[in-house]
């Protein structure tokens, strides 16, 4: 039969290696996700990505990566060089036609 300061030596020494293992465990862990980033780099490492507007990433340290979306500014007018009809209206909302000159628009403006 064991003695019991073997069985208390043994269970003692058990315990150490196991917190040694989870603390490698860990430092490996957050070692190999420290080389990301941003979003791009967080998703492409297969970290869960939030299905939200925009998007989101965490890395498991608690690092917090945003998806950046490009804005995008309305066109104030639209470009219709090219339709057959010469657009001299000058119009000042968003949507009207551009104006045509026949220096802007040779082929409807003759």
Same mark, same amino acid.
């Not at 490996?28 to 939200?52: H, K, M, Q």
């Given at each position: +039969?064991?003695?019991? #300061?073997?069985?208390?030596?043994?269970?003692?020494?058990?315990?150490?290696?196991?917190?040694?293992?989870? +603390?490698?465990?860990?430092?490996?862990?957050?070692?190999?996700?420290?080389?990301?980033?941003?979003?791009? %780099?967080?998703?492409?490492?297969?970290?869960?990505?939030?299905?939200?507007? #925009?998007?989101?990433?965490?890395?498991?340290?608690?690092? *917090?990566?945003?998806?950046?979306?490009?804005?995008? *500014? #309305? *066109?104030?007018?639209? %470009?219709? !060089?090219?339709?057959?009809? !010469?657009?001299?209206?000058? @119009?000042?909302?968003?949507? @009207?036609? !551009?104006?045509?000159?026949?220096?802007? !628009?040779?082929? %409807? @403006?003759?």
């Amino acid at each position: +039969m064991i003695s019991f #300061p073997k069985l208390w030596l043994f269970a003692v020494g058990l315990i150490l290696l196991s917190a040694l293992a989870l +603390m490698m465990l860990l430092y490996l862990r957050s070692f190999r996700y420290s080389g990301i980033s941003n979003f791009a %780099d967080c998703a492409a490492a297969g970290l869960p990505v939030t299905e939200s507007y #925009p998007r989101q990433c965490r890395t498991p340290d608690g690092s *917090s990566f945003v998806e950046e979306i490009p804005t995008v *500014s #309305p *066109s104030v007018c639209l %470009d219709l !060089c090219g339709n057959g009809t !010469c657009e001299e209206i000058v @119009c000042t909302a968003i949507g @009207c036609p !551009c104006p045509e000159t026949p220096a802007t !628009c040779p082929q %409807d @403006c003759r």
